[in-house]
């Protein structure tokens, strides 16, 4: 989950993140922990807004763990 502040942060040419970027980077980072995807998210998309945000950011991930998704296959 995300709020809108990350897609709609500005690049230097006033283009909006957008939805697709930020699904390229989740697909980058999936693999990582929680933190990390939110570290590199939230990194990334202050970095294209070039360290300037007009809006707040924020992210929620959660992952399962191989023993809980086994469990609910069930």
């Given at each position: 989950l995300y709020t809108d502040g990350a897609t709609?942060?500005?690049?230097?040419k006033s283009e909006m993140y957008g939805i697709e970027r930020l699904?390229?980077?989740?697909?980058?980072?999936h693999a990582k922990s929680a933190p990390r995807i939110v570290d590199h998210?939230?990194?990334t998309?202050?970095?294209?807004a070039?360290?300037?945000?007009?809006?707040d950011i924020s992210f929620?991930?959660?992952?399962?763990?191989?023993?809980r998704k086994a469990a609910g296959k069930r």
């Open positions: 709609e942060a500005k690049g230097k699904k390229q980077e989740f697909a980058d980072v998210l939230t990194n998309i202050t970095d294209y070039g360290g300037r945000l007009d809006d929620l991930v959660v992952k399962a763990s191989e023993s």
